[in-house]
Each structure stands twice: as structure tokens, then as C-alpha cells.
């Protein structure tokens, strides 16, 4: 079985910067980290290929220093690494990632299975999973907790729903994305550290994808943001005490007060 495992490198949440003027993360100096949910489903690539043979292959999007993004899937165990990177795919939204991504997989080829994170963190919009099957018109499920069985060209699920899971059965190839119970990402081996520390991986542009330019980067992307800001700090809560109708009587008042009722 042929996997593909979809991986996103993000800023570490404690050092987001926004550009002003093109309303986008500024990634170039940033500390960056493999997208946590996408770790998940690097490790699920590899219990798959250990229980049912085949290959890893990891893909990501991004700039020349996504690659440490690569290494460090190549340190867990994955077999190979690409890096799909061009000034042309700059400013892409779910949609032409999600596109241009699509048209990595196709070029790659005889490909079984994709896994993908649930969703990234620094956008949260868990589309460009769902996005690669659309484009690729195979089947996908979303919120995957655990892959029963890959048996004659049937993949059985779990998918993770409020109060419980559902059970389902779809035809390769297909895409899964995958949630954190699914399993638990291991620690990189020393061969495979060194392994990834010599790793350099294989580079895509626009022009080996053969996509439409009016369809990547930001010339290709239908959704817009138009302002982003960091949300001013509200005044401090205040905690009521005494009875619940003291409680009750006392925030009414208060509502009444700021003519929120």
C-alpha cells in the first residue's frame, strides 16, 4: 500500500506575527513546527506500512525552510519527503493549497492512501484535507479515530462522532484526516535522526505540478482577508458571591446598569 501523508509547517503559537499589509503570517524568520494533528497521521502512515507493507511518501507546502518539516517525518520513519515550493504559491488559501497539493499526489502517482492532520493550527479551518479528495474526486472521511482494516482495496474506519463513533467502509484510494486518539506519535530512533539530519528532499515548483497559474497562490485563491487583528483586552471579570437569588439579582442589576438588558 502506496501512502501519502499531507503535512503543514506552522509558527509556534508563541511567536505569530501578522504582516499589515498583506493581512498573512510573516513565516520567514519564525520558529516553525510541524503541525501537531499532522503528527498523528505520520505515525499512522507508519503503523499502516508495518502492519500492511508499501511505502511513505510526506508532502508539504511551503517555503525552502519547510523542509525541517520533512525531517522531521523522515526521523519518525517515513520513507521519502517532498517539498512542493514556489514563489508563485505564495498567499494560498484552503482552496488553491488544497489544489496545488492535489496536483502533487497526482504527479506522484499509484497512490492508495492519503492521511492528513484534522486541521492546522494556525488556520483551523480543517478544508484542505476534505479539498485534496474533491480535487482528486475520491472518497475521504473526516475525524478518523482508528483504521480497522485495509483489506482487497477496502479501507474500515472509525470516525470519532459526540457520543460515540460510526463505523465505515469506502474503496481506495481514498483520503482520511485524522484526529489525536487515533494513536500516539513516537520518538524519533537515533538512526532515523541521523537519517533526516543527511535527508534533502525532492523540490516541486509550478512549472513541474503543470498547474494553472491563474489557479494557485493568491491570484487563485477566491477568499480574501481583508483585516486581522489582534483582539483588544477586555476589563477583568468579577466574581458574585452570596445566595444564587442574591447572585441573580446582583448580575441583573449589573446587565441593567450597562444597558445590556
Not at 209 to 237: C, H, M, W, Y
Request: proline letters at 7%; hydrophobic letters at 40%; charged letters at 25%.
Amino acid at each position: 500500500m502506496n501512502i501519502v501523508v499531507s503535512i503543514k509547517q506552522v509558527p509556534d503559537t508563541t511567536e505569530v506575527r501578522i504582516n499589515p499589509e498583506t493581512n498573512t503570517l510573516i513565516r520567514d524568520g519564525v520558529p516553525s513546527i510541524v503541525n501537531p494533528f499532522d503528527m498523528y497521521a505520520i505515525e499512522e502512515a507508519i503503523r499502516l506500512k508495518e502492519r500492511f507493507g508499501g511505502t511513505t511518501t510526506v508532502i508539504t507546502m511551503g517555503p525552502p525552510q519547510a523542509k525541517e518539516a520533512l525531517r522531521t517525518a523522515i526521523s519518525m520513519g517515513i520513507d521519502e519527503g517532498i517539498l512542493v515550493s514556489d514563489r508563485a504559491f505564495a498567499g494560498s488559501d484552503t482552496w488553491a493549497t488544497s489544489l496545488t497539493l492535489a496536483a502533487t499526489i497526482r504527479k506522484l502517482g499509484n497512490i492508495d492512501l492519503i492521511i492528513c492532520g484534522k486541521q492546522a493550527m494556525d488556520g483551523d479551518t480543517a478544508q484542505v484535507g476534505p479539498g485534496i479528495a474533491e480535487h482528486l474526486q475520491i472518497p475521504f472521511v473526516a475525524y478518523v479515530k482508528k483504521v480497522e482494516d485495509v483489506n482487497n482495496g477496502i479501507i474500515r474506519v472509525q470516525r470519532l462522532m459526540e457520543e460515540g463513533y460510526d463505523v465505515i467502509e469506502m474503496p481506495l484510494p481514498a483520503l482520511i484526516t485524522v484526529v489525536k486518539e487515533i494513536n500516539e506519535p513516537r520518538i524519533p530512533s537515533l538512526k532515523g535522526l541521523m537519517r533526516a539530519k543527511k535527508f534533502e528532499p525532492k523540490v516541486f515548483t509550478a512549472n513541474d505540478l503543470a498547474v494553472n497559474p491563474d489557479e494557485i497562490g493568491l491570484k487563485g485563491s477566491p477568499t480574501l482577508v481583508t483585516r486581522i487583528f489582534t483582539p483588544q483586552p477586555k476589563g477583568k471579570g468579577e466574581i458574585l458571591s452570596g445566595t444564587i437569588e442574591h447572585q441573580v439579582e446582583t448580575l441583573i442589576s449589573k446587565l441593567r446598569e450597562q444597558k445590556i438588558i
